[in-house]
């Protein structure tokens, strides 16, 4: 039994380690002038269309999650009366 655990401890390092490591361009200095250009925008919109989306979306769910609180407050507080 542990004779096949080994071996396929050995098998899994063998495939991760001799893999071949991809060649990545560094991206971290065109990201820096991008958030730091004085455009107007703030940081949190300054990644495009994508982060519009996001914080669209974030602020909607937001304000319908509070109004679903609100909302269950508000029956919380003031139950119907049963008859």
Request: glycine share 6%; hydrophobic share 35%.
């Amino acid at each position: 039994m542990y004779r096949h655990v080994f071996a396929l401890q050995q098998v899994a390092r063998r495939t991760i380690s001799s893999s071949a490591r991809r060649e990545m361009k560094n991206r971290v200095p065109e990201k820096q002038k991008l958030f730091q250009e004085d455009n107007g925008l703030p940081v949190h919109l300054k990644g495009g269309p994508t982060d519009a989306l996001l914080y669209r979306a974030t602020m909607t769910l937001t304000v319908f999650g509070t109004g679903y609180v609100l909302y269950e407050l508000w029956n919380a507080a003031f139950p119907q009366k049963k008859n």
